[in-house]
């Protein structure tokens, strides 16, 4: 098992930055491909961004491509989200996730264990 927490959420301004971490305990981090999703209010929750095992290409949603960023640093056991250019409609809470069988997951069914999620508001 992986143990997951997130940590940077908080309140921004439109048009700021906030940096994203989930760190991870227990089995071999580099064992899985790793997830950002995010559950707006009210709505279901939606993939962000998706990185492979060793750092390769990552996968974005249309709607966060040339905002957000994701990496990860597999000495560190961590995985970043940056998000920049933010805008009213990115406030949700966002999880992340880790996925052992699939190399790049975009529905929260590939992903095997999840964060409790970290608040992201941003104010217009």
């Known amino acids: 098992q992986v143990q997951l927490v997130e940590s940077g959420g908080g309140l921004v301004q439109a048009g700021g930055s906030l940096r994203l971490s989930c760190a991870a305990s227990g089995r071999t981090f580099s064992a899985y491909a790793l997830g950002w999703f995010r559950q707006p209010p009210g709505r279901e929750r939606e993939f962000v961004a998706a990185?492979?095992?060793?750092?390769?290409?990552?996968y974005y949603a249309d709607s966060i491509k040339g905002r957000f960023t994701i990496s990860r640093d597999n000495a560190k056991n961590t995985v970043y989200l940056q998000m920049n250019s933010l805008k009213p409609e990115d406030t949700a809470v966002y999880y992340c996730?880790?996925?052992?069988?699939?190399?790049?997951?975009?529905?929260?069914?590939?992903?095997?264990?999840w964060g409790q999620g970290t608040q992201v508001t941003v104010s217009s």
């Open positions: 990185i492979t095992r060793y750092g390769g290409t990552p």
């Open positions: 996730a880790a996925d052992a069988r699939y190399p790049l997951g975009a529905t929260p069914d590939t992903y095997d264990y």
